[in-house]
């Protein structure tokens, strides 16, 4: 048995299935998905993120979180979570920097929203001294102040994929031909959730749309609004989706996203308005989207980077120096990827962003 067989069997009794569904089988299948069955991070693996390139990256993050803690009056006790912490070592670093900030460590209750039970068992090694608690969902959120951390998280969030028609929006879908997986488009059909996108869009143009972004930002949005706290959301993306995203990764190379469901890494860039939408609706503000780069120069990752630089041998140097551009360079992460806080209306964002 394998997760093609279970896809095909479902699309036989069922029909073709949206991407949005195809993708939360390849990445979360309980037996057979991507992220349940190994951790897909660094060189041995399929992709390598920020976190997973500097401490710069995570120290950086740490401090904007605790300064905006601090600008909310340092409400304790209250809850640091992360999206999909990976290895755990964004938020190991975060927290060797934060906790430099008096007050800060003893305040915090650590929640980790994962669902892998590999990479839980990382986090769980790196983190053990914070004594995090796991939850499945964002739902499970405490009702308390909120500081939150997602990196790479809402790109792996089932998305729906939309091409727009003379008449509405055709669905991609997820269909069969012969044994074959094969892409098709459904008939079309309004689309109440993309009334939004018909001034910016025309007719052959493709749109993206993860209800699942919405949900999970209304959810911290609503604790935000309710509670106190901030949100920072990193990720590749922009302000609007336009085009086909949906990409698979394998060993660090793209491969056909209905080759071999679930053995490779499956996303979509983020669209960014989704987000800011959920959160204007729950009553919380949010900042402007800034690059990568802009946001990590703002919070003084030169700074850093020369400050570790001292004292470091030439390998660690051209490390150093590697990293920095890496992370902000805007021909390398500095510029496809994207930050938006998320905080109350009565406080200021983040350092790093704006209004
Ligand atoms: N933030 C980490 C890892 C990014 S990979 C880093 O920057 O290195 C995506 C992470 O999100 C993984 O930890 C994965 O297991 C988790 N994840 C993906 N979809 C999820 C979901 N629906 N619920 C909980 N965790 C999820």
Request: with cysteine.
């Amino acid at each position: 048995m394998s997760l093609l067989d279970i896809i095909t069997a479902r699309i036989r009794g069922d029909g073709p299935i949206s991407i949005a569904d195809y993708m939360a089988d390849c990445l979360l299948h309980p037996t057979y998905g991507y992220y349940v069955t190994r951790d897909p991070l660094g060189a041995a693996g399929d992709f390598t993120t920020a976190p997973e390139i500097s401490q710069m990256f995570g120290e950086l993050i740490g401090l904007s979180l605790a300064q905006a803690w601090m600008d909310q009056g340092c409400p304790a006790p209250f809850t640091l979570a992360e999206l999909g912490p990976g290895r755990g070592t964004l938020m190991q670093d975060a927290l060797r920097a934060a906790s430099k900030v008096p007050g800060f460590a003893t305040a915090l209750r650590l929640v980790l929203v994962e669902a892998s039970p590999v990479l839980r068992q990382a986090q769980a090694k790196r983190l053990a001294s914070y004594a995090p608690t796991w939850i499945e969902s964002v739902a499970d959120l405490p009702e308390a102040p909120l500081f939150l951390i997602a990196n790479e998280f809402y790109d792996a969030l089932p998305l729906r994929q939309f091409h727009r028609a003379e008449e509405g929006w055709r669905e991609c879908r997820v269909g069969l031909k012969g044994d074959e997986l094969t892409l098709g488009l459904a008939g079309a059909a309004a689309q109440p959730a993309l009334d939004h996108r018909l001034e910016d869009t025309k007719p052959g143009d493709i749109v993206e749309f993860s209800p699942a972004a919405t949900s999970v930002t209304e959810t911290i949005a609503s604790r935000i609004a309710a509670h106190g706290g901030a949100a920072l959301i990193v990720d590749y993306g922009d302000w609007h989706s336009l085009g086909d995203t949906v990409q698979a990764l394998k060993d660090h190379e793209p491969r056909p996203i209905l080759h071999r469901p679930g053995e490779a890494d499956l996303t979509a860039h983020v669209d960014f308005e989704t987000i800011a939408l959920a959160a204007r609706a729950e009553g919380c503000a949010h900042s402007r989207l800034a690059p990568q780069g802009v946001f990590l120069e703002r919070l003084g990752i030169t700074q850093r980077a020369e400050a570790l630089a001292r004292g470091a041998g030439d390998k660690a140097l051209s490390e150093i120096t590697a990293a920095h551009r890496r992370l902000t360079h805007p021909a390398e992460m500095g510029n496809l990827f994207k930050v938006m806080g998320l905080f109350p209306v009565t406080a200021p964002p983040p350092p790093g962003l704006t209004v």
